[in-house]
T-cell receptor, first 113, second 112 residues
Framework: SQQGEEDPQALSIQEGENATMNCSYK?????LQWYRQNSGRGLVHLIL?????REKHSGRLRVTLDTSKKSSSLLITASRAADTASYFC?????????????FGTGTLLAVQP | DGGITQSPKYLFRKEGQNVTLSCEQN?????MYWYRQDPGQGLRLIYY???????QKGDIAEGYSVSREKKESFPLTVTSAQKNPTAFYLC???????????FGQGTRLTVV
């Protein structure tokens, strides 16, 4: 399986704290994306980072990418109760005749009010 | 109203039956995907397609079949060969470059 792994599997924090989740993947990539899933719903795209980028920001989100370690991290600053959800990284493998999107195992974030 | 429509939202299947899950999109995206999600788990790729009349197996294609006769539609059939079909199924679309995927609301399949 090409599926990546995320760490931690679950994270519980208080409102206002920062949340950091990590993603490791197995193959060289074109890009890496982070998604959010509310319980029982479809996923929503948060941010994309390309293989030649090391850091990217979007609002309260900060993503880093280390291609030498095949890993990425997502930081959510000043968390809110509404940030409670599962977060997944997804990679587009480099090369090959077709592009596909491979998801990690996810981190369940609970933000306590 | 643009987007991806999955139907039905809930589906019950008797053992030994084939069932087909519908996925329709009006985003004019080339690529379409089917994923399976088990409770507390990540998404596993079943099949994907980048152009009409062409599709590729993902990591867990056994017991599933797909077709891509139209750009807008990518139905998934769960066959009786799939031994453990109870799961949440998600359809997604993207441009060929796969810079962002858009998801339907999912179909929850239960074997009874």
């Amino acid at each position: 399986s090409q599926q990546g792994e995320e760490d931690p599997q679950a994270l519980s924090i208080q409102e206002g704290e920062n949340a950091t989740m990590n993603c490791s993947y197995k193959t060289s990539i074109n890009n890496l994306q982070w998604y959010r899933q509310n319980s029982g719903r479809g996923l929503v795209h948060l941010i994309l980072i390309r293989s030649n980028e090391r850091e990217k920001h979007s609002g309260r989100l900060r993503v880093t990418l280390d291609t030498s370690k095949k890993s990425s991290s997502l930081l959510i600053t000043a968390s809110r109760a509404a940030d409670t959800a599962s977060y997944f990284c997804a990679t587009v493998p480099y090369g090959g005749a077709t592009n596909k999107l491979i998801f990690g195992t996810g981190t369940l974030l609970a933000v306590q009010p | 109203d643009g987007g991806i429509t999955q139907s039905p939202k809930y589906l019950f299947r008797k053992e030994g039956q084939n069932v087909t899950l519908s996925c329709e999109q009006n985003l004019n995206h080339d690529a379409m995907y089917w994923y399976r999600q088990d409770p507390g788990q990540g998404l596993r790729l079943i099949y994907y397609s980048q152009i009409v009349n062409d599709f590729q197996k993902g990591d867990i294609a056994e017991g599933y079949s797909v077709s891509r006769e139209k750009k807008e539609s990518f139905p998934l059939t769960v066959t009786s060969a799939q031994k453990n079909p109870t799961a949440f199924y998600l359809c997604a679309t993207s441009s060929w470059a796969v810079t962002e995927a858009f998801f339907g609301q999912g179909t929850r399949l239960t074997v009874v």
